[in-house]
Nanobody, 119 residues
C-alpha cells in the first residue's frame, strides 16, 4: 500500500522560508514523478512543482525562482524548499506521486500540510 507522509508546514512571515518533505513508501518510485500541489481556501487545487527520478523538474510560473524541488531516490523522499514566501503562498500543500507514463499506474496523494504566510 502506497503511503505519502508530509512534514514541514507551519507559520512564517512574508519573505521567510520553509522546507517541506514527503516520504513515500509501498512500492518503487523510479518510474514515478513526485511533487506538490496546493489548495488555498475557496480555490481549486493547483500544481506547484514536480520532479522525475532522473532529476527533470517542472514548476508553476508563480513559484519559479522562489521554490526548489529536489528528490532523494534512495529514500523515496521529495523536498520543496520555499524561499521569499508571500501571503498568496498560503495553502494546504499536498504531496503527490504519479507514473511518468500515464496508464501504467495511478496517482497517489498525501494528506496535506498547512503553510501559512503572514504579511
Amino acid at each position: 500500500q502506497v503511503q505519502l507522509v508530509e512534514f514541514g508546514g507551519g507559520l512564517v512571515q512574508a519573505g521567510g522560508s520553509l522546507r517541506l518533505s514527503c516520504a513515500a513508501s509501498g512500492r518503487t518510485f523510479s518510474d514515478y514523478a513526485m511533487g506538490w500541489f496546493r489548495q488555498a481556501p475557496g480555490k481549486e487545487r493547483e500544481f506547484v512543482a514536480s520532479i522525475r527520478s532522473g532529476g527533470t523538474t517542472n514548476y508553476a510560473d508563480s513559484v519559479k525562482g522562489r521554490f526548489t524541488i529536489s528528490r532523494d531516490n534512495a529514500e523515496n523522499t521529495v523536498y520543496l524548499q520555499m524561499n521569499s514566501l508571500k501571503p498568496e503562498d498560503t495553502a494546504v500543500y499536498y504531496c503527490f506521486t504519479a507514473p511518468v507514463i500515464s496508464n501504467t499506474g495511478r496517482l497517489y496523494w498525501g494528506v496535506g500540510t498547512q503553510v501559512t504566510v503572514s504579511s
